[in-house]
């Protein structure tokens, strides 16, 4: 199976943003560390299947509630 290194190339400049995207997204609303759960997103895109299982990992995990300051 041939695969063209352009398609290749176009397919990972368009995945690794949207994964470091929803990884931010995320992580923001699930864990405590939104920057370090960006990077690992980040990393994990240039292996497909990986950040697809890190993103599902991050959509199943339950939301952290961040207390609010009193006034």
Same mark, same amino acid.
């Given at each position: 199976?041939? /695969?063209?290194? $352009?398609?290749?190339?176009?397919?990972?400049? !368009?995945?690794?943003?949207?994964?470091?995207?929803?990884?931010?997204?995320?992580?923001?609303?699930? $864990?405590?560390?939104?920057?370090?759960? $960006?990077? !690992?997103?980040?990393?994990? &895109? !240039?292996?497909?299947?990986?950040?697809?299982?890190? /993103?599902?990992?991050? /959509?199943?995990?339950?939301? /952290?509630?961040? &207390?609010?300051?009193?006034?």
């Amino acid at each position: 199976m041939n /695969i063209n290194a $352009t398609v290749l190339g176009q397919f990972f400049i !368009f995945f690794i943003p949207l994964m470091g995207i929803l990884s931010y997204y995320l992580g923001k609303r699930k $864990t405590q560390t939104p920057k370090l759960a $960006t990077f !690992f997103g980040i990393l994990l &895109a !240039f292996i497909p299947p990986f950040a697809l299982l890190y /993103i599902m990992v991050l /959509i199943i995990k339950n939301d /952290i509630h961040h &207390a609010e300051n009193p006034r």
